[in-house]
T-cell receptor, first 111, second 117 residues
Framework: KQEVTQIPAALSVPEGENLVLNCSFT??????LQWFRQDPGKGLTSLLL?????REQTSGRLNASLDKSSGRSTLYIAASQPGDSATYLC??????????FGTGTSLTVIP | GAVVSQHPSRVICKSGTSVKIECRSL??????MFWYRQFPKQSLMLMAT?????????EQGVEKDKFLINHASLTLSTLTVTSAHPEDSSFYIC?????????????FGPGTRLTVT
């Protein structure tokens, strides 16, 4: 069964701190993996997409890594800001069709 | 960049009525669109896959007669929630796959929040 797990479910950090969000998935034969941000009551904002052949992707203060052999991906956020507070979702695509989503990590950055 | 829109963004309806949600790809053609549902404090779950010109494929446990999907053109898919009930209240999000790009490259709409009273 294809499942995506995110730990922790919630995380609270002081402003300026670097942090790592974790995502694990069953079955390493993925097509790609995507990290999203979701603000309360809002839709999804795509942050980073990692193809199966890639090891990491970077955008600004965000860096996502992919280790297929261990079934893990991490999202690294550098120098966190209060505006980074949101729920971060990891989603895995195994076939090129639907995405399977984790339950998310709710991040709060304290000023 | 690729844009997917949804209309309406928010809708409140009375129990027993039907609601139609539109998903449009604005600058690309999508032979396949996906409809997801998100209940409060839960993750997104796929409801159905919408294919242009053919019948939608529904996930197990999703009633096809209740959630009618029509994908009549390469830029529009609609989800109609028929005889809506309070338990159908949820956040509905669509994604569209660009037919001219690689598989797995999808763009998500902003979502529609449905509240059934």
């Amino acid at each position: 069964k294809q499942e995506v797990t995110q730990i922790p479910a919630a995380l609270s950090v002081p402003e300026g701190e670097n942090l790592v969000l974790n995502c694990s998935f069953t079955d390493s034969a993925i097509y790609n993996l995507q990290w999203f941000r979701q603000d309360p009551g809002k839709g999804l904002t795509s942050l980073l997409l990692i193809q199966s052949s890639q090891r990491e992707q970077t955008s600004g203060r965000l860096n996502a890594s992919l280790d297929k052999s261990s079934g893990r991906s991490t999202l690294y956020i550098a120098a966190s800001q209060p505006g980074d507070s949101a729920t971060y979702l990891c989603a895995v695509n195994w076939t090129g069709n639907q995405f399977y989503f984790g339950t998310g990590t709710s991040l709060t950055v304290i000023p | 960049g690729a844009v997917v829109s949804q209309h309406p963004s928010r809708v409140i309806c009375k129990s027993g009525t039907s609601v139609k949600i539109e998903c449009r790809s604005l600058d690309f053609q999508a032979t396949t669109m996906f409809w997801y549902r998100q209940f409060p404090k839960q993750s997104l779950m796929l409801m159905a896959t919408s294919n242009e010109g053919s019948k939608a494929t529904y996930e197990q446990g999703v009633e096809k007669d209740k959630f009618l999907i029509n994908h009549a053109s390469l830029t529009l898919s609609t989800l109609t929630v028929t005889s809506a009930h309070p338990e159908d209240s949820s956040f509905y999000i669509c994604s569209a796959r660009n037919r001219d790009r690689a598989l797995g490259e999808q763009y998500f709409g902003p979502g529609t929040r449905l509240t059934v009273t």
